[in-house]
């Protein structure tokens, strides 16, 4: 059976989203705080609505989808989306090596003559790295375009002469995830939304669908999104820099 391809114009970036970009700030604010559940129409929503409620910022939480919902026929019988938010509890990361980061990073951008903050948090999901990576690098400032690149091309390289740097520094170091402008966050989201998409789509069709070619760091995103989804499977495909990821339905 011949599947079918999305492209990278059925992905969603959400470039035009308005996000909080602020410089994190520290966890602090969510120390005592319990998780709850918070429901939307769709996904974002009902993050927005958990996070009001907690009166903490996207950075101080991990979510867990619970439910990506479902639209009723002409308004009856939808269901909506459902969300649990944990706020975090870790200590913000410390260390010789996260003072050799933060100099270092400063030293390029004042190389570049452009004006950023620089602020450090543990990792909270899959796309910062969650399990992998020592620390999430937040970078913050006033037209960091430059910085992001096309899809992301430039932050990855800034990202690899970091832990290149490091590593010949600090032996056995954890490597670190570099993200400017929340960019990496906005295509995390992007990601959950395309797989919870193309999955119903393979539900409805019973048709494979291959996804554009990612990086290793974006299919990974993708596979543990359907990790638990009992009714399709997912695959990646090809080789280098052209592999893709492949969602069918469970055999």
């Avoid at 903050?117 to 796309?127: A, F, H, L, N, V």
């Avoid at 430059?146 to 899809?151: E, N, P, T, Y």
């Avoid at 543990?224 to 695959?235: G, S």
Wanted: proline letters at 5%.
């Amino acid at each position: 059976m011949e599947g079918d391809d999305v492209s990278d114009m059925e992905l969603d970036t959400g470039v035009d989203k308005k996000l909080d970009t602020e410089p994190y700030s520290g966890l602090d604010a969510a120390a005592g705080k319990e998780p709850i559940e918070a429901t939307g129409k769709n996904v974002d929503e009902a993050i927005e609505n958990g996070l009001v409620d907690l009166e903490l910022k996207r950075q101080q939480v991990t979510v867990e989808v619970l439910s990506e919902g479902r639209a009723g026929l002409f308004g009856i019988g939808g269901e909506p989306a459902k969300v649990r938010l944990t706020p975090a509890e870790q200590a913000a990361p410390e260390g010789a090596d996260i003072e050799f980061v933060e100099e270092t990073l400063q030293a390029i951008f004042e190389m570049l003559g452009l004006e950023a903050q620089i602020s450090m948090r543990p990792p909270e999901t899959p796309g910062d790295g969650l399990g992998l990576v020592r620390a999430v690098i937040d970078v913050t400032g006033e037209d960091l375009g430059v910085l992001i690149g096309r899809r992301g091309s430039t932050m990855a390289s800034l990202q690899y002469i970091v832990n290149l740097m490091v590593s010949r520094r600090f032996e056995n170091q954890s490597p670190f995830t570099v993200d400017v402008e929340g960019y990496r966050r906005r295509r995390e989201e992007a990601l959950l939304d395309l797989a919870f998409r193309t999955a119903e789509r393979v539900r409805t069709s019973g048709r494979p669908v291959t996804l554009e070619a990612m990086p290793a760091y974006e299919r990974r995103i993708v596979h543990l999104t359907l990790a638990k989804d009992p009714t399709v499977a997912t695959e990646s495909i090809g080789e280098g820099d052209g592999r893709k990821v492949r969602i069918s339905i469970q055999q």
